[in-house]
Nanobody, 126 residues
Framework: QVQLVESGGGSVQAGGSLRLSCAAS????????IGWFRQAPGKEREGVAT???????IYADSVKGRFAISKDNANNTLYLQMNSLKPEDTAMYYC????????????????????WGQGTQVTVSS
């Protein structure tokens, strides 16, 4: 059974950087789609970035060029490097996974993922 634990959130000024981590137990890089999602107050949860078993990535348009997703299969850890942060990036950030066999590709749609971490808060001030 896969379990996910996020860390690395915090408060930062606009233009700053943060690196989120997601420690995954019971997970192998060759069996699951895994990615980052976020939810701001009063808004729906949205996909930020996903990474496939072959390392291919998908990013939301709003974070392209600023965020980078990566994974360390040896240590079962997922990362999200966030640069040039904006106040609109403020949200609870979640790590999520789903078995690859259920997906044509690792689409960044929250409804397709069935394993979730507890989230880590990111707050960006102007």
């Amino acid at each position: 059974q896969v379990q996910l634990v996020e860390s690395g959130g915090g408060s930062v000024q606009a233009g700053g950087s943060l690196r989120l981590s997601c420690a995954a137990s019971g997970y192998t890089g060759s069996s699951h789609c895994i990615g980052w999602f976020r939810q701001a107050p009063g808004k729906e949860r949205e996909g930020v970035a996903t990474i496939d078993i072959d390392g291919s990535t998908i990013y939301a348009d709003s974070v392209k060029g600023r965020f980078a997703i990566s994974k360390d299969n040896a240590n079962n850890t997922l990362y999200l490097q966030m640069n040039s942060l904006k106040p609109e990036d403020t949200a609870m950030y979640y790590c999520a996974a789903v078995e690859r066999l259920y997906m044509d590709y690792c689409v960044a749609r929250p409804a397709m993922y069935n394993i979730w971490g507890q989230g880590t808060q990111v707050t960006v001030s102007s």
